[in-house]
């Protein structure tokens, strides 16, 4: 059962602006990154579906994050259809994110009061993701479908969309600038967050403050 619900899942989202997006196959190291970001500010974070036994290692992450991250709203990434959208709330996913729009997870996810995110590509479909419930729409691939202008432009006749932007999100202050003044409510952030030679070095102190840093520009933009 989720730990928290859509409507607390989506208003941190608001808050603090920013989603880290992450999947490692190690347990081990992605609590330690979790644990990072916990420290760097971050309150709610995207495991994504991404690799082999997945479920057992969101389930293990969920519970410990439970104990060590108490604030720290987990959710699942990389969902596609409502069976796997099923077994991850199972595990106590907090809220669902899709690289697509699936009108059967809404089902799934509305049932148990779990917010569904979907991935949106064009104004008919954000249309379509709030008729069937969405607080939030995720514009993917951010970078290839308009970017910053693409939000502006959907934001003009529907300033009531809620949008989080993954692809193309880079934790700089010129970057991040551009999405909030376009009117994205958060931002999901994945490898540029988390380059492959600082989880290598283990540097999670490194991740830490790249969040501080990160939530810094954010709070600044958004102001």
């Known amino acids: ?25 190690d347990p081990e190291v992605a609590k330690q990154v979790v644990k990072a970001c916990y420290l760097g500010g971050v309150r709610a974070f995207e495991f994504t579906n991404r690799g082999d036994f997945a479920h057992e290692i969101f389930g293990e992450l969920n519970k410990w994050a439970a104990k060590e991250c ?17 077994l ?4 106590g996913a907090s809220f ?6 699936n009108p059967d997870i809404f ?22 993701a709030q008729e069937l419930g969405a607080e939030v729409v995720k514009v993917f691939p951010a970078g290839n479908v308009g ?36 009117g994205v ?6 490898s540029n967050l988390f380059p492959k030679e600082v989880l290598a070095a283990k540097d999670w102190g490194k991740i830490t403050q790249m969040c501080k840093d990160a939530l810094a520009i954010i709070e600044k933009a958004k102001t």
Request: proline share 7%; aromatic share 8%.
């Open 185 to 190: 409510t958060c931002v999901g952030m994945g």
């Open 96 to 101: 669902v994110v899709g690289p697509l729009l």
């Open 147 to 182: 970017g910053p202008s693409f939000v502006k432009n959907v934001k003009a006749p529907m300033p009531w969309a809620s949008i989080m932007v993954t692809g193309g999100v880079e934790p700089t202050e010129e970057n991040l600038t551009k999405w909030f003044d376009a």
């Open 1 to 25: 059962m989720a730990r928290f619900s859509r409507i607390k899942a989506c208003q941190v989202m608001a808050e603090t602006g920013m989603v880290p997006v992450f999947y490692h196959a």
């Open 70 to 86: 108490p604030e720290m709203i987990l959710g699942i990434g990389s969902i596609v259809d409502a069976g796997t959208a099923s």
């Open 107 to 128: 089902k799934v996810c509305n049932r148990r009061q779990v917010a569904y995110i979907p991935g949106c590509g064009s104004v008919s479909e954000i249309g379509y």
């Open 88 to 91: 991850f709330l199972q595990l």
